[in-house]
């Protein structure tokens, strides 16, 4: 019973292959969101989508690819990844657009070599 | 450009100690403040606080907001090893509901 479910929590990869991380929640929320935790710790959001729509994009390189097929469901597809991208990817989800409480999901690590 | 700064750094007290953490911000068109607790894994929401002067309470933690000033404080009362974690400020500006987070407090409760 996830609100927010993330889906690898733990991703290892070389240098230059793609990947994707799914986030799904079962809160009959409109927005969803993905945020990049680096190494420091900051937190920085890095899209929002309402109901499958893009809402924020924060100039995040074109190799990241959100995909909202449904909006229960947002998906990030990262191409050619680089060193830099090793993180820590947070999906959220808040009601709608209005003054809402955001709700994480639990995380994907990921680590590229 | 947005801005959250969040003092201290980090803090380490013992059981019972009472904490107050701060949070100073600078954010276009402000509609509320937000405090999250992070363990080991995602942040979980603590208080949203959107008119200066009213408190939020829960438990052992507290909340209030000055936007005459442009802070927020989170305080903790006879800590716990429980209490131990990232304490992480996030404000929202424009619409869009985009957060901006700061960079968190760690706070590190000694039995």
């Known amino acids: 019973d996830t609100a927010v479910s993330q889906t690898p929590k733990y991703l290892v990869t070389q240098m230059g292959n793609d990947k994707s991380i799914k986030c799904e929640q079962n809160?009959?929320?409109?927005?969803m969101y993905w945020y990049k935790q680096d190494s420091k710790k900051f937190l920085k959001i890095m899209f929002s989508?309402?109901?499958?729509?893009?809402?924020i994009n924060e100039t995040v390189p074109n190799r990241f690819s959100p995909k909202s097929p449904d909006k229960a469901h947002l998906n990030l597809h990262i191409n050619s990844l680089e060193l830099g991208d090793s993180a820590v990817y947070f999906c959220?989800?808040?009601?709608?657009?209005?003054?809402?409480?955001?709700?994480f999901g639990p995380g994907t690590r990921l680590l590229v070599l | 450009e947005d801005k959250v700064v969040q003092s201290p750094l980090s803090l380490v007290v013992h059981e019972g100690d009472t904490v107050t953490l701060n949070c100073s911000y600078e954010?276009?068109?402000?509609?509320?403040l937000l405090w999250y607790k992070q363990e080991k894994k995602a942040p979980t929401f603590l208080f949203m606080l959107?008119?200066?002067?009213i408190e939020k309470k829960s438990g052992r933690l507290s909340s209030i907001l000055d936007k005459k000033e442009l802070f927020s404080i989170l305080n903790i009362t006879a800590t716990q090893t429980g209490d131990s974690a990232v304490y992480l400020c996030?404000?929202?500006?424009?619409?869009?509901?985009?957060?901006?987070f700061g960079a968190g407090t760690i706070l590190r409760v000694k039995s």
């Open positions: 959220a989800s808040s009601l709608s657009l209005a003054q809402e409480t955001q709700y």
């Open positions: 809160l009959g929320h409109d927005t």
């Open positions: 954010v276009t068109n402000f509609r509320s």
């Open positions: 996030a404000v929202e500006g424009v619409w869009g509901n985009k957060l901006v």
């Open positions: 959107t008119s200066s002067g």
């Open positions: 989508y309402n109901n499958k729509e893009l809402i």
